[in-house]
Nanobody, 126 residues
Framework: QVQLVESGGGSVQAGGTVRLSCAVS????????ITWFRQAPGKEREGVAA???????FYIGSVKGRFSISRDNAKNTAYLDMNNLQPEDTAMYFC????????????????????WGQGTQVTVSS
C-alpha cells in the first residue's frame, strides 16, 4: 500500500520561499506520477504542479515560473519548490500518487490518483 507523507509547510512573508517534500513508501518502482494540489478555505481543490513517470512536468499558469516540481528517486521523495510566494498561495497543500500516469500534458484527473498525503499548510502574509 502506497503511503505519502508531506512536510515543509509553514508561514512566510510575501516574496518568500518554501520547499515542500512528499515522501513515498510502499511502491517498489520508480516510474510514478506525483501531483501537488492545494485547497484554500472556501475554495475548490486545484492541482498546481505535476511530474510524470517520465519526469515530464506541468504547472498551472498562476504558479508557472515561481514553482518547481522535482523528484529524488534515491530518496523516493518528490519536492515542490515555491518561490516568490504570494498571499493567494495560502492553502493546504497535498501530494497525490499515481502509478498509471507516465507523460504529463496537464494536471491528471483526480480519479487516477491512488494515494494522498495528509496535507501541509502554507500561509503567506502580505
Amino acid at each position: 500500500q502506497v503511503q505519502l507523507v508531506e512536510s515543509g509547510g509553514g508561514s512566510v512573508q510575501a516574496g518568500g520561499t518554501v520547499r515542500l517534500s512528499c515522501a513515498v513508501s510502499g511502491y517498489r518502482w520508480r516510474s510514478y506520477c506525483i501531483t501537488w494540489f492545494r485547497q484554500a478555505p472556501g475554495k475548490e481543490r486545484e492541482g498546481v504542479a505535476a511530474i510524470g513517470g517520465d519526469d515530464s512536468t506541468f504547472y498551472i499558469g498562476s504558479v508557472k515560473g515561481r514553482f518547481s516540481i522535482s523528484r529524488d528517486n534515491a530518496k523516493n521523495t518528490a519536492y515542490l519548490d515555491m518561490n516568490n510566494l504570494q498571499p493567494e498561495d495560502t492553502a493546504m497543500y497535498f501530494c497525490a500518487f499515481s502509478s498509471s500516469v507516465l507523460n504529463i500534458q496537464n494536471i491528471p484527473p483526480v480519479s487516477l490518483f491512488e494515494a494522498w498525503g495528509q496535507g501541509t499548510q502554507v500561509t503567506v502574509s502580505s
